[in-house]
Each structure stands twice: as C-alpha cells, then as structure tokens.
C-alpha cells in the first residue's frame, strides 16, 4: 500500500493547512469541504479529500491570518477590491452587532477580528467553487 493512499487525520490536515482546529472547520464550511465526518481531530479523511485540502494550503492559510486580523471595512474592501458600501451592506447582514441605528461602529478591542475578508466576498459574489470538496 502505497503512503498516499493512507487516510489522514483530520487534526493532522488542520495543523498543516490554518493551525488550528477550529479555524480549520469554519474554513470547510464556508468553502463547502464535505469531509463525511464530524469534526473529531481524530477522524480520519480520505487521502483524495487531504489532498485536494493541500492543494490550497496557501489559501487556508492566507484565510486564518485575515480571519484573526483587526480590520475595517475600509481595509476589507480595498482587500478583495470591492466597494466600501457594498462590504457594508453584507456586515450588518452578517455582523449587526457592529452597528447602532445603521451606522458602522467599530469595536474597540477587536474590529472585525474573527471574521474573514473572504466570507464577505463570498456573500458578494465572490467564486470560490475551486475550494469546493463533496
């Protein structure tokens, strides 16, 4: 049996490609990675899904470092090259939170930390069908 027939750990393809177990879940459910199994760092994947994942390794984690970045929607819309008032219209569909009677407010401690510029591209549009695994 050859290694890359092996299946891998689910923790192992987490490490590798955002570090973290947690961040490796959002960014399978954002981009739409069915990996049939619960999200067990001991689970075991297919070797054709890892290797699929590592493809866009660079992509998993230029996603971790922007989701764990301070940053407003001015930055995420020069970011992805999208109008500030559409980037706008998304966040207080997806982080109402963040504004008081319709205006943007930002959060002190962590503005817009824990959301991911692509997540917001994705509500606008954007095609991330490539990253898809079902």
């Given at each position: 049996m050859e290694n890359e027939k092996l299946p891998t750990r689910m923790g192992t393809v987490a490490y590798r490609t955002t570090g973290r177990h947690a961040s490796f879940q959002r960014f399978c459910e954002l981009f739409e990675i069915n990996l049939e199994k619960p999200f067990?760092?001991?689970?075991?994947?297919?070797?054709?899904?890892?290797?699929?994942?590592?493809?866009?390794q660079i992509f998993a984690i230029l996603y971790e470092q922007d989701?764990?970045?301070?940053?407003?929607?001015?930055?995420?819309?020069a970011?992805?090259?999208?109008?500030?008032?559409?980037?706008?219209?998304?966040?207080?569909?997806?982080?109402?939170?963040?504004?008081?009677?319709?205006?943007y407010t930002p959060k002190e401690n962590h503005n817009l930390r824990?959301?991911?510029?692509?997540?917001?591209?994705?509500?606008?549009?954007?095609n991330y069908d490539f990253l898809s695994y079902k």
């Open positions: 067990d760092k001991d689970s075991r994947i297919s070797a054709e899904c890892s290797a699929h994942i590592f493809k866009f989701y764990y970045r301070k940053k407003s929607p001015q930055e995420i819309a970011f992805l090259g999208r109008k500030t008032d559409n980037v706008l219209g998304i966040l207080q569909k997806i982080r109402p939170n963040y504004f008081i009677n319709g205006v824990y959301l991911s510029s692509f997540e917001v591209d994705k509500h606008l549009g954007g």
